[in-house]
C-alpha cells in the first residue's frame, strides 16, 4: 500500500527543494508513529490504525529516500559519489546490526510503547539534523512541460527500461531482492518452529552477519578502482547469488546456527559492495531532473517485488513445507546473474550538475 501511494509523490518531490521534502517526510513520520501511543493512552488503538500508520511510514520512506538521492547527486562530485554512497550503506547496515537488538531490549525493559515514543522521536532528531546541513538549494526546474502531467508519474521507469544497462540491472534487482527477503519468514518457522532455536539464537543468525556490511561497504571503492566497475556488476552480482541455497540445509544445533551466519555473512558482504557501486552508476547514468522519480520507481518497484515473492513463498511452504519453498528460492535465485548486463562500459554518465554552493 506504502509504494503505491508514493506513485504520485515522485513528481511532488522532483520539483521542489529536496531538504524541505526530507524534513517534511521525517515530520510526517514523526507524526504517524506519535498517533500510536496516544490512541493506545485512549483506549483506541486498532489495527486499522496500525495498517493506516505503517503505509504512511512506507509511502514517506520511498519520497524521502528519492530527496536524499536527488539531493546527494547536488551535494557531491561524481568523483566522490561512491565514496558517499558507501558510507551512507556501511551506515545502513550498522543501524540494522544494531537496531533490532537495541529495540527489543527497550521493549523488554520499557515496554512497547515507550519503544513506540522512542521510534517517533527517531524521525523527529532526523529532521532536525537535516535543518543543519549548510547551503543554499536552488528550486529545481523541469526539462520539459509541466511537473503535475500524467506522464511525469511514470517518467522514472521510463528511463530505468529505456536504458539498457539499468534495464537489466533494475530486473536483476528485483528479483534478487526479492528472493534474499522472502526467505526471512520461511527461515523463521523453519528454524524457530522446526529446529527449535532458542529465540536469542535466532536474532544472533542475523544480527551478527550484519557486520559484513561494514566490510563490504569499505571495500567498494577498492575493488572498484582495482578491477572496475563493469567486473564488480558481473562478479560480485554473481556471489550476491550463489549461497542462499545453504539455507536449505540447515541443521539443528551449533552447525545449523554456523551454517545461517556464514550464509548470511556472505551475502551481505556482497550485497553491501555491490549496492554502493550499482547506486553511484545509477545516479550518473540519470539526468538531475529524472534522478527523484527514478530512484522512486526502483524503489515502489523492489518493495512491490519483495512483498510478492514473500506472498507466493509462503504460499508454497503453506502447501510443502518452509525447507523446500527454501530450496525453490536459492535454486531461482541462481539464475538472476543471467539478467546482469554483459559487455564492457556503458552509455555515457549524464553531464554533472552544478553543486549547491557550501
Aim: proline residues 7%.
Amino acid at each position: 500500500m506504502g509504494a503505491l501511494i508514493a506513485v504520485p509523490l515522485a513528481p511532488w518531490v522532483e520539483f521542489r527543494r529536496k531538504r524541505p521534502v526530507m524534513i517534511a517526510t521525517d515530520l510526517v513520520r514523526f507524526g504517524a508513529m506519535a498517533t500510536i501511543p496516544v490512541a493506545y493512552a485512549f483506549g483506541l488503538l486498532g489495527f486499522v490504525q496500525l495498517l493506516v500508520v505503517s503505509t504512511v511510514v512506507a509511502a514517506a520512506k520511498i519520497a524521502f529516500g528519492a530527496a536524499s538521492g536527488a539531493y546527494l547527486k547536488t551535494l557531491v562530485r561524481r568523483d566522490d559519489l561512491l565514496v558517499a554512497n558507501a558510507r551512507f550503506e556501511s551506515t545502513n547496515w550498522s543501524s540494522i546490526a544494531v537496531g533490532p537488538p537495541l529495540g527489543g531490549a527497550a521493549i523488554g525493559l520499557l515496554g512497547p510503547v515507550t519503544t513506540v515514543v522512542a521510534d517517533a522521536l527517531s524521525y523527529l532528531l532526523s529532521a532536525l539534523a537535516i535543518t543543519a546541513i549548510r547551503g543554499r538549494e536552488e528550486a529545481p526546474q523541469p526539462a520539459e512541460g509541466t511537473p503535475t502531467r500524467t506522464g511525469a508519474l511514470f517518467d522514472g521507469w521510463r528511463h530505468i527500461m529505456g536504458h539498457r544497462v539499468l534495464r537489466a540491472l533494475f530486473l536483476n534487482q528485483m528479483l534478487v531482492s526479492g528472493l534474499i527477503m522472502a526467505t526471512e519468514p520461511l527461515l523463521a518457522v523453519l528454524l524457530l518452529r522446526r529446529l527449535g532455536f532458542a529465540p536469542w539464537q535466532y536474532g544472533l543468525a542475523f544480527a551478527a552477519p550484519c557486520l559484513g556490511g561494514l566490510i563490504g561497504s569499505r571495500l567498494a571503492r577498492r575493488v572498484v578502482a582495482r578491477h572496475g566497475r563493469h567486473r564488480v556488476f558481473r562478479t560480485v552480482g554473481t556471489l550476491r547469488a550463489i549461497w542462499l541455497i545453504g539455507l536449505a540445509f540447515v541443521r539443528p544445533g551449533v552447525v545449523g546456527l554456523v551454517t545461517v551466519i556464514a550464509v548470511e555473512l556472505a551475502i551481505v558482504i556482497n550485497m553491501s559492495l555491490y549496492t554502493p557501486v550499482l547506486a553511484t552508476y545509477r545516479l550518473e547514468h540519470t539526468p538531475q531532473h529524472l534522478v527523484a522519480r527514478t530512484l522512486s520507481a526502483w524503489s515502489i518497484a523492489q518493495q512491490a517485488s519483495i512483498a510478492t515473492l514473500t506472498a507466493l513463498g509462503g504460499l508454497l511452504a503453506d502447501t510443502t513445507d518452509p525447507r523446500t519453498a527454501l530450496t525453490a528460492a536459492g535454486l531461482l535465485i541462481l539464475a538472476t546473474p543471467l539478467l546482469l548486463p554483459r559487455g564492457d562500459e556503458t552509455p555515457h554518465p549524464e553531464p554533472e550538475p552544478c553543486r549547491s554552493p557550501a
